[in-house]
């Protein structure tokens, strides 16, 4: 599947690269919103309220607040397994 490629090359390139960039972070938000709209029908932007609480705290607070600090792989596992539990 050329998504999961995607998304193992962005982790890679996180957790590699000598600086932190927000494209883990955009890529995140992508496939966060993505799930939302097809399993919830709802827009973190348009549905705020209803999109934080389905989140979680740690994926809610992640997605508002970009990081510069690099996040462990163990980090990037609890937020992707939050999102797959959406």
Known sequence: D???SLLERVISQHLDSRDVTDQLHRYLSEITERRLVTKHGLSRVADAGAATDLLGPE???FLDHPRAARLSLHQIDRLLTRIEAL
Do not use: S
Request: glycine residues 16%.
């Open 2 to 4: 050329a998504r999961l």
């Open 59 to 61: 994926l809610a607070g």
